[in-house]
């Protein structure tokens, strides 16, 4: 009977043990698991090739524009071009104004990769959305200093409107637009302040939307740092 009994105890540990060693397994595979997921939902990718199709259905309600497009080894790729809140990503400026796109049209982006595998144009100065092939201005780094302003209208002329772009006027009178992405920079300062301002810059003559062609500017840069010019 203590024999009896001693074997089933033994049974008990070795099965407990059993058990305890393969949640312990199944635990690690879920930590590589979840590690895995979180690193390819946070990596940069950049994809180049043919548009396929443009669905803006989400626009609407503050989804994505979904731009399709067909790589050279035949597979898709699905870019999610954020909408309202387009003017707050630090890639505003190199993202192609994506109602200008068109079925056939040879596109390149780079941006972060989200959950479902779309790849999202945004929060990085060196994301971007570009036509002709893919062949995109790369921003340049640069350092001004100037006054902090509102921007003017090119044109002076007839009825004015009265939003206030931010920008920047440096000494010998050229102006620049100013990115902050979702920077609480901007509000840090006030018009009429001297800053020096340093990042990234996007010339004019490669900007993909003609809201830009209404302001003097020289191009747009996506500020990395600011501080009060003494």
């Known amino acids: 009977m203590k024999k009896t009994f001693t074997i089933i105890i033994l049974l008990i540990i070795v099965a407990g043990l059993a058990y305890a060693l393969k ?12 590690a895995n997921s979180a690193a390819s939902s946070t990596a940069d990718r950049e994809v180049k ?16 524009a979904l731009v399709t497009i067909k790589q050279a080894d035949g597979t898709d790729a699905v ?16 993202i192609a104004d994506v109602y200008s796109l068109k079925t056939g049209d040879a596109v390149g982006a780079r941006g972060k ?12 100065p060196a994301h971007y959305l570009h036509l002709s092939g893919g062949e995109g201005v790369v921003p340049a ?10 921007l003017p209208h090119t044109d002076t002329t007839g009825l004015q409107t009265d939003e206030c772009a931010l920008g920047i006027q440096t000494d010998d009178g050229t102006y620049y637009s100013l990115s902050f992405g979702n920077s609480q920079a901007a509000f840090s300062y006030k018009t009429g302040d001297r ?6 810059m996007t010339p004019a003559e ?11 500017i020289k191009g747009i840069i996506s500020v990395a740092s600011t501080s009060v010019a003494h």
């Open 23 to 34: 949640m312990h397994n199944m635990a690690g595979n879920v930590a590589v698991n979840d």
């Open 49 to 64: 090739g043919t548009v396929q199709s443009v669905n803006t259905d989400q626009v609407a309600v503050d989804g994505p």
């Open 79 to 94: 870019i999610a071009v954020p909408s309202m809140g387009i003017n707050l990503c630090a890639a505003s400026s190199s």
């Open 113 to 124: 990769v989200g959950e479902n595998g779309q790849i999202i144009p945004c929060e990085s």
């Open 141 to 150: 780094s640069i350092a001004v200093t100037g006054t902090y302003l509102c």
């Open 195 to 200: 800053l020096n301002v340093s990042g990234t």
């Open 206 to 216: 490669a900007l993909n939307s003609n809201a830009w062609q209404k302001y003097p």
